[in-house]
């Protein structure tokens, strides 16, 4: 059974009484071209969501195309995001025809065969609602990008589309973004619930940010209140603020706020003796104070997540009809990364007893367990899911998950990437057996586009897995958990893995894998030492005849090697790669990856041969197509050319570097690339724009948590640098800062910083 898009009956707007003046903040955020992005932060039922609603109402006049999509699992790729998007776009009256028709004639210009021109055709949904000739339009952009002359359909295209790269997609909707800002359409873009986002969703949402069209806008919310909110809350703003954007950490309502809302609405005739009471118990949250104003006793609120305040909510679900509570039941035990899946969501209410839609809608949104905001499908508020598991119970979910099963199961239908989240289904049904049986390989497919989702389905199959294995499959699971860790930034817990996985192992295959995970963890905690041993021990691991699986170890021993200053094993490895570039079949990305490596090793030992390398590694980096190799190669040319003095090509190579990184919300190599343009200046006598790059710099180096220890120490010194430039000290403690290079076993600071105390800035950093 289908259920249709209803209109229930009105039941008034959502509380926003109260937040007027956090509506205008944002309004004038939003509207301001110098800033136009804005990040909502605040904990679970204090208005975020609401507020972005009545944001997007009352903006609609003066942006009438406005894009909304809410992240709901870890599992959702940016592939997912962009289709959202791009669907809404084609429903939208607000794109003309003739823009469309514009952005499809420029993709068979473009002269690389490569995923970013795939990705660019994407929008065959828009093109299929929107251009008469869509079909042939999209063929003929797939015949020119395919290796062969055969045009591929449209259904190929779209499938196509889902295995693209995330930068190819993010760059191809950026591009659609620009052409419809060309045409004189603004646009707002809303992103809600990030807290559940993967990091590839993560960085495609601060591509968005860094390379916003200049006419459109972008609101963002996050409930810090979640375990992954607050970092997730730090990455963005980083690079928002940098880009001009300003954050909101949401509060609580007010004396004042709560008295407006009294006077419109009360319910259960509260005093406002009372009102100082509810506003400490509830801390504010509009979601517990609704609660309170139509009669439910403070004693009974709890910001537990619904324990203390489950019997006023019993009392409400008792009072719904069979079919309602039925539903309800389904909707708050289906995953929440389900409830956006189209065919799943359909399929709830089959075999629910006398089930009509538009009653039990009404019903429920009357009753005020569904709520619909900027999305089109009504749905429970994070607080109420909590509610009404609470008051079924382990028993009663483990047999509503189990119904819903059976009826997925009659269809058959296709999961796509939430495999996960039907795996916590199965998890809650109680079929520990199918768990535990495709946990592991669940998690494994989820490896490499959303570590944090393999994570969560390590989690759910792992204990008793752990319990019943022995040998290599046992190691090989925990190795893949290890893989899981890192890509969600748990690297000392990923090493104990590691530890755990290597009790008993022998086989060779096994063992150099997990020093390469091993090696992957200890770069990321920046602990060169111990990794400068594992990398060593990885190549002693790899064939001596297949010199082409070795590059990468190379790569990472040659950067030690010169960032801790030992110039014979950096120079020796550089050697080495190329004489694997030279003898070997590589690939162009390859090529350039290898070239860049050269570039950097030779910028500080052997500067004149450094641009000659920074050159081929960009030329090989565009013929691979990847924006993100363009703009490292265009860093390692910077690096050539500021260590052989070339200082003004310096500062227009990192330019470039800046540009790239930006388009793809690439903050390591925006940081990389200001921090070497920076010096740049510097050494050119260039104080105020010196100045000017460390001031941009300063969102990441918070003291509230420092994300990136190395670029900071980095900052750091270049302050003092400025500061013996403009004889203005900076306020830098320059014992714990070479303390702290010392402990990344990072010994050329000490030595550089009495060398500027003796003679000035002379030379350039080795960054």
């Known amino acids: 059974m289908s259920v249709p898009v209803v209109q229930p009956e009105a039941v008034g707007a959502p509380n926003l009484h109260g937040r007027g003046i956090e509506l205008e903040q944002m309004k004038e955020i939003l509207l301001d071209p110098r ?44 592939a997912e995001v962009v289709q959202s998007l791009a669907t809404q776009l084609a429903g939208s009256d607000s794109v003309q025809e003739a823009t469309l028709k514009q952005y499809f004639a420029e993709l068979g210009k473009r002269p690389i065969k490569n995923c970013y021109r795939l990705g660019l055709a994407l929008i065959g949904d828009i093109a299929k609602a929107k251009l008469s000739s869509a079909e042939g339009v999209v063929n003929e952009v797939a015949s020119i990008i395919a290796e062969t002359d055969d045009a591929a359909s449209t ?51 601060l591509a968005f940010v860094a390379d916003l069209p200049r006419t459109w806008s972008i609101a963002l919310a996050v409930n810090t209140e979640r375990s992954d909110g607050p970092p997730i809350f730090a990455e963005v703003s980083e690079l928002l603020v940098y880009s001009g954007g300003d954050t909101l950490p949401l509060r609580g309502l007010t004396r004042d706020g709560m008295l407006e809302w009294m006077a419109s609405s009360n319910p259960a005739r509260r005093s406002e003796d009372d009102l100082e009471a509810a506003l400490d118990v509830t801390q504010g949250r509009p979601f517990y104070l609704r609660e309170w104003l139509d009669g439910t006793e403070l004693e009974e609120i709890t910001l537990e997540m619904g324990r203390k305040i489950a019997p006023a909510y019993q009392a409400r679900f008792n009072k719904l009809s069979p079919a309602s509570q039925a539903y309800l039941s389904r909707l708050c035990v289906l995953p929440l990364g389900l409830t956006d899946q189209k065919p799943f969501f359909d399929a709830l209410p089959n075999g629910i007893p006398d089930f009509n839609s538009v009653s039990v809608m009404n019903e429920l949104k009357t009753s005020r367990f569904l709520e619909n905001l900027h999305n089109d499908r009504l749905l429970p508020h994070d607080e109420t899911r909590q509610q009404v598991l609470s008051i079924l119970g382990n028993d009663i979910k ?85 893989r899981a860790m890192i890509g969600t930034g748990r690297y000392p817990a990923a090493l104990e893995f590691i530890d755990r996985a290597e009790d008993g192992m022998s086989a060779r295959n096994l063992v150099l894998s997990s020093a390469q995970v091993r090696l992957k963890a200890l770069m990321r905690l920046n602990q060169y030492p111990d990794a400068l041993t594992v990398a060593e021990h990885v190549l002693s691991l790899l064939p001596k005849k297949e010199s082409v699986a070795s590059i990468e170890t190379l790569r990472i021993l040659n950067t030690i090697y010169r960032d801790v200053g030992d110039s014979d094993n950096a120079l020796s490895t550089a050697k080495t790669l190329r004489k694997i570039y030279k003898n ?32 081929k590694a960009l030329r090989f980096a565009k013929q691979s197509g990847q924006l993100r190799d363009v703009g490292n190669a265009y860093l390692a040319l910077g690096e050539a050319r500021r260590h052989n003095n070339k200082l003004g090509k310096a500062v227009a190579a990192y330019d470039h570097a800046i540009k790239c990184a930006l388009a793809l919300g690439n903050v390591d190599s925006l940081l990389w ?4 343009k920076v010096d740049a200046e510097l050494l050119a006598g260039n104080a105020a724009t010196a100045q000017e790059g460390l001031d941009k710099l300063a969102p990441f180096f918070s003291e509230e948590g420092r994300r990136h220890p190395l670029e900071s120490l980095h900052w750091e010194l270049s302050k003092i640098e400025l500061g013996l430039l403009t004889e203005v000290p900076a306020e830098v403690d320059v014992e714990s800062l070479l303390k702290s290079y010392s402990e990344m076993g990072i010994s050329w600071p000490t030595d550089y910083y009495g060398a500027l105390q003796s003679h000035g800035k002379k030379t350039p950093k080795p960054l």
Do not use: C
């Not at 609603?53 to 992240?71: F, G, K, W, Y």
């Not at 004189?184 to 960085?203: K, M, P, R, Y």
């Not at 269809?411 to 796509?416: C, H, I, K, W």
């Not at 090793?601 to 920074?614: G, I, R, S, V």
């Open 155 to 205: 259904d190929a295209q779209a499938q196509a589309l889902s295995e693209a790269a995330k930068d190819d997609l993010v760059l191809a909707f950026r591009e659609l973004m620009q052409t419809i800002a060309d045409g004189g359409q603004t646009g707002t873009l809303v992103i809600d619930g990030l807290e559940n986002a993967s990091t590839s969703v993560v960085e495609a949402t």
């Open 35 to 78: 800033k136009r992005m804005i990040l909502l932060g605040g904990v679970s039922g204090v208005g975020k969501t609401h507020l972005l609603a009545e944001l997007q109402s009352q903006l609609s006049a003066d942006i009438p195309l406005q894009l909304n999509v809410s992240i709901t699992s870890k599992a959702q790729q940016p």
């Open 584 to 615: 070997n079949e590589i690939d162009e990305r390859v090529k350039s990856r290898i070239w860049r490596n050269l570039a950097r090793t030779y910028a500080t030992l052997q500067p004149k041969k450094a641009e000659k390398a920074a050159k």
């Open 398 to 482: 483990r047999t509503v998950a189990e119904e819903i099963l059976n009826e997925f199961d009659a269809l058959d239908l296709d999961v796509g990437t939430r495999d996960v989240e039907l795996l916590r289904l199965r998890s809650d049904a109680g079929r520990a057996d199918q768990v535990i049986e495709i946990g592991p390989s669940v998690a494994a497919r989820l490896i490499e586009y959303s570590p944090e989702a393999a994570d969560q389905a390590f989690e759910l199959s792992m204990e008793k897995n752990l319990d019943v294995m022995t040998g290599e499959k046992r190691s090989e699971i925990l190795l893949n958990q290890a």
């Open 673 to 676: 690339s200001t921090l070497g």
